[in-house]
Nanobody, 128 residues
């Protein structure tokens, strides 16, 4: 099974950028569709972005479109979330998640219960 570790979070100012990484071990990420979710204090975990196994299919939640970019490097077994123009409402713990996708990689799930593997999370705090 795949083991995921996020990194790259931190404390930044409004308008700054961060790049989150999700490094995998135990299996090749090329078998998985990969998603990012986030959870702010007192709220439900919410979908942020998902990228298909090959990287050909991507979708984002509306609130991050045009500011965040998800990508993957299967050779490095790593997925990234580039976050630009950060806002205070982006403050949350960010999690990467993997869904084994043997076929139909274009089927991009946005519900967290569709993902079987999760990292421990990385904190992003945007200060105004």
């Amino acid at each position: 099974q795949v083991h995921l570790v996020e990194s790259g979070g931190g404390l930044v100012q409004v308008g700054d950028s961060l790049r989150l990484s999700c490094a995998a071990s135990g299996d090749s990420l090329s078998h998985y569709n990969m998603a990012w979710f986030r959870q702010a204090p007192g709220t439900e975990r919410e979908f942020v972005a998902v990228v298909s196994r090959s990287g050909d299919y991507i979708t984002y939640t509306d609130s991050v479109k045009g500011r965040f970019s998800v990508s993957r490097d299967n050779a490095r077994n790593t997925v990234y979330l580039q976050q630009n123009t950060l806002k205070p409402e982006d403050t949350a713990v960010y999690y990467c998640a993997a869904r084994l996708q043997a076929s139909r990689e274009w089927l991009l799930e946005t519900q967290d219960d569709q993902y079987g593997y999760w990292g421990q999370g990385t904190q992003v705090t945007v200060s105004s």
